[in-house]
C-alpha cells in the first residue's frame, strides 16, 4: 500500500489540496448514537446490513456464484450486474468493521464470500458469474450492457474497504486479478474502440486502486477509457449515446445528460483522476457539469434525474414534482461527486449539496425501520396513485429486481464518519455537523448539537489546534460564533467557511438560526409555478395524506401564507426532531364540471355550493414521509388564493 492508503481508512485517500483539506479516516470520527448520523449508522448496523446480507441469499445473489462451483443447481436470477449487489455489501460490512473494530458479526460471511469468489475466478482473473458458465457467452463482448467494469469498480471498491478497515488482503487478491485482466484488456496499448464501460464507475474504483497500491497502471487505463468515450463506439439501441454519455467526447460534455447514476458516477471518477492529473480542460468541463447538474437539474431535495424513460437528466428546468425519478443511488452518486469536487476546491457549495442529498434525497430512501427502501424518490404522490411497479411504488419495499440501492445506501452510511472533517491536527475544517467525536493526531474535538434539527453546534478542542473552519450552509442567515465565551467577526471566505484561530481548551458555538423557510420555485420550473416548499435548516418538508382530516384529500389542500408557518413537535415515531406547523385552505372539488379545466372565479367555492374551509396543517421531513401508511404526499404546496 501507499503511504496515503496506509493511514487513511476511507473511500478516497486523494493527496490534500491544501492542508486543511486532508481527508481523514472514517476511524477518526465516532458520531454518536443520540445524534441524526450516529443513530442512522445504529439502524445501518443492526438492520440494514443484516437485511441486505439475508437478501444476498433469497435474491439468487450467492446461488449465481456457487452454480458456477457445482456447490448450487439453480438457474441464474437476477440482472447482469447482480454479483455488484455483493460486493458493494461486502464494502458496507467492511466499513462497518472499521466503526466498530471490536464488534465483527460478519466477518465469516466476508471471508466465505471472498473464497467463493476466489473459486470461481478464471485463471486469467475474469469474474463476472453473468458470462461464466454459458458457453454462448464471452467475456467483453458487450460493452454497452455489459457492465463486467461496473463490477469490477465495485469488487476493487470492496477490496480495498476490506483492506483498508480489516488488513485482510484475501479480496484483493481477487480483485486485483480481475482488475490486472482488464488493465490487459482495456490499458494504453489496447487498440478497441469500445475499450470503456456503459455504465461507468470502474473510472473511480481504478484511480483509488491505484491510490492504494502504487501501481500507475491502474491510472493510465482510466485515462485511455476516459480518451475513448465519447466516440459513439458503443453504439446504441434500445438507449441513444447519450444515455451511456458516449455522445459527446468527456472534455466537450458540459451538460449533466443521460443516465443519471451512470453520469454522477462518471463525473466522481473524472474528479479523482484530475486530482491525480491536473488535467485543466477536463476540470472546467467538471466545473461546467456541476452548474449544469446542480444549477438547473437538481431537485429541492437533492435528487437527481427527473425522468423515468432511461432514469435519465432532462432538460434544464425540467424538474416536474409527480414524475421525478429521482433514483436513489443518483442522490448517492452525486454525494461521491461532491466530496471529490469539496476535497479538490475547498468550496463549501460541494459540502452545501451534500447536506442536501443526504437530509432529504438520501435519507428518503430508507425507512424508519432500515429495511425497506425507495428505488425512486418523487417529490409528488397523488391520491389514488397505482403503486404496482417496484421503481413508482406507494410506499417503500424490501427489495427489488434491480437491487443495486439497498446494499449502496448501507456502504455510504457505514462510512459518513469519512465525510464529517478534514484536516490536520494543527488546522481542520468541518464539513458536516453532526454530534460525536472527531480526533485528528493529537486533536480532539468533540462536537454537541441536534443538528440538523438545532442549528447550535457547540465544538470543544482538547490539543494543538490552531485555526478551525465552519461551513456556514448557503441557506444559513444570522449565523454567529463565538470562541470560549467572546463573540466572533463572522468573517465568512470566499469558500464559505468561517476560519477562528483556537487553541487547546477553546469551546467554540457556532449558532445558525432555523426559521421555517419558504421556498419559490425558480420561474422555469414550470410544474410546480404557484407552489412552494418548506424547508427549516437543510431538512425539506412536505405534507401527507395521513395528517389531514378524514374527508380531506391532498389535492384540495393549499398553504395560507398570510400565517407564517412555524417550528412545531417533534415527532418521535417518525424519528422527526422537528416539524412545521401552518394554516391550509381546502377547496372541495365536488360540484366542478366534468373535465381537467375550469374557468377562473373568485366564487368557485359559491358556485360548487361548499366554501372553502380552513384546518391547521402539518409538514413532516420529506425524507420520512410513508412510513405510517400509503397516501398522497407533496413537497410543493399550491399556495391559497387571496379572498
Known amino acids: 500500500m501507499t503511504p496515503a492508503a496506509r493511514t487513511t481508512c476511507a473511500p478516497a485517500a486523494r493527496t490534500a489540496s491544501s492542508a486543511d483539506l486532508t481527508p481523514l479516516a472514517l ?8 445524534g441524526e448520523l450516529g443513530a442512522w449508522q445504529v439502524l445501518n448496523r443492526e438492520r440494514t446490513i443484516p437485511h441486505v446480507v439475508q437478501r444476498l441469499e433469497t435474491s439468487g445473489v450467492m446461488d449465481n456464484l456457487r452454480r458456477l462451483t457445482g456447490e448450487s443447481d439453480a438457474d441464474y436470477r437476477g440482472f447482469n450486474f447482480a454479483d455488484s449487489d455483493l ?3 461486502l464494502e458496507a460490512i467492511a466499513w462497518e468493521s472499521a466503526r ?7 466477518e465469516d460471511f466476508s471471508q466465505q464470500a471472498t473464497a467463493l469468489l476466489a473459486r470461481v475466478q478464471q485463471e486469467d ?11 454462448d457467452q464471452k467475456p467483453w463482448r458487450d460493452m454497452r450492457w455489459g457492465h463486467e467494469l461496473y463490477v469490477l469498480g465495485h469488487l476493487v471498491q470492496a477490496a480495498i474497504a476490506r483492506e483498508r478497515a480489516t488488513g485482510a488482503n484475501d479480496l484483493m487478491a481477487v480483485a486485483r486479478r480481475f482488475a490486472d485482466h482488464a488493465v490487459r484488456e482495456f490499458g494504453p496499448a489496447a487498440t478497441r474502440a469500445d475499450g ?3 455504465h461507468p464507475e470502474i473510472e473511480t474504483a481504478l484511480v483509488e486502486l491505484y491510490r492504494h497500491t502504487g501501481e500507475v497502471a491502474y491510472l493510465d487505463t482510466v485515462t485511455a477509457m476516459v480518451e475513448r468515450r465519447g466516440t459513439g463506439a458503443l453504439g446504441t439501441g434500445p438507449f441513444e449515446s447519450a444515455y451511456h454519455q458516449d455522445h459527446t467526447p468527456v472534455r466537450d460534455a458540459h451538460e449533466a445528460s443521460g443516465h443519471a447514476v451512470r453520469q454522477l458516477y462518471l463525473n466522481a471518477g473524472l474528479a479523482d483522476l484530475v486530482a491525480e492529473t491536473a488535467d485543466a480542460p477536463l476540470t472546467a468541463a467538471l466545473d461546467a457539469q456541476w452548474r449544469s447538474a446542480h444549477g438547473t437539474k437538481e431537485y429541492v ?11 435519465s437528466f432532462g432538460d434544464s428546468f425540467e424538474l416536474p414534482p409527480d414524475r421525478a425519478y429521482a433514483e436513489s443511488c443518483a442522490a448517492i452518486a452525486s454525494f461521491q461527486w461532491n466530496w471529490r469536487m469539496l476535497l479538490a476546491t475547498g468550496k463549501a457549495r460541494h459540502a452545501d449539496a451534500m447536506e442536501r442529498a443526504l437530509y432529504n434525497g438520501i435519507a428518503s430512501s ?3 425501520d432500515g429495511v425497506r427502501f425507495f428505488y425512486s424518490n418523487p417529490l409528488q404522490l397523488r391520491s389514488g396513485h397505482d403503486g404496482s411497479s417496484e421503481y413508482s411504488p406507494s410506499e417503500r419495499l424490501d427489495w427489488f429486481a434491480c437491487a443495486c440501492c439497498p446494499p449502496n445506501l448501507a456502504r455510504l452510511v457505514a462510512s459518513l464518519g469519512a465525510y464529517v472533517a478534514t484536516g490536520t491536527e494543527a488546522t481542520a475544517r468541518l464539513h458536516l455537523y453532526g454530534q460525536g467525536e472527531i480526533r485528528i493526531g ?10 440538523p434539527w438545532d442549528g447550535r453546534v457547540e465544538i470543544a478542542v482538547a490539543g494543538p489546534l490552531t485555526e478551525l473552519a465552519l461551513r456556514i450552509p448557503a441557506w444559513s442567515r444570522d449565523a454567529s460564533l463565538t470562541v470560549s465565551g467572546t463573540v466572533q467577526h463572522l468573517d465568512v471566505d470566499e469558500d464559505g467557511y468561517a476560519r477562528v484561530s483556537v487553541k487547546n481548551g477553546a469551546t467554540v458555538v457556532l449558532d445558525l438560526p432555523m426559521p421555517v423557510d419558504v421556498l419559490d420555485p425558480d420561474p422555469r420550473v414550470d410544474a410546480v409555478r404557484g407552489c412552494v416548499a418548506l424547508r427549516r435548516g437543510p431538512v425539506v418538508h412536505c405534507i401527507e395524506q395521513a395528517d389531514l382530516p378524514a374527508g380531506v384529500t391532498l389535492e384540495s389542500v393549499s398553504i395560507d401564507l398570510t400565517h407564517e408557518p412555524r417550528l412545531g413537535p417533534a415527532f418521535a415515531s417518525l424519528r422527526a426532531g422537528a416539524t412545521v406547523l401552518g394554516e391550509a385552505v381546502v377547496r372541495p372539488a365536488e360540484g366542478l364540471p366534468l373535465g381537467t379545466a375550469h374557468v377562473r372565479s373568485s366564487h368557485r367555492g359559491e358556485r360548487s355550493g361548499m366554501l372553502p374551509g380552513r384546518i391547521p396543517l402539518r409538514a413532516i421531513p420529506y425524507a420520512r414521509w410513508a412510513n405510517r401508511a400509503p397516501g398522497a404526499m407533496r413537497v410543493w404546496i399550491p399556495v391559497a388564493e387571496q379572498e
Open 366 to 368: 430508507t425507512g424508519v
Open 301 to 311: 431535495t437533492g435528487g437527481m434525474g427527473s425522468r423515468h424513460k432511461d432514469e
Open 100 to 106: 466498530m473494530p471490536g464488534e465483527q458479526p460478519w
Open 196 to 198: 470503456y464501460c456503459g
Open 87 to 89: 460486493h458493494k455489501t
Open 442 to 451: 493529537s486533536t480532539t474535538l468533540t462536537v454537541s448539537t441536534e443538528y
Open 27 to 34: 476511524t477518526a470520527t465516532a458520531l454518536a448514537p443520540e
Open 125 to 135: 482473473g475474469y469474474l463476472y458469474s453473468h458470462v461464466q458458465g454459458h458457453a
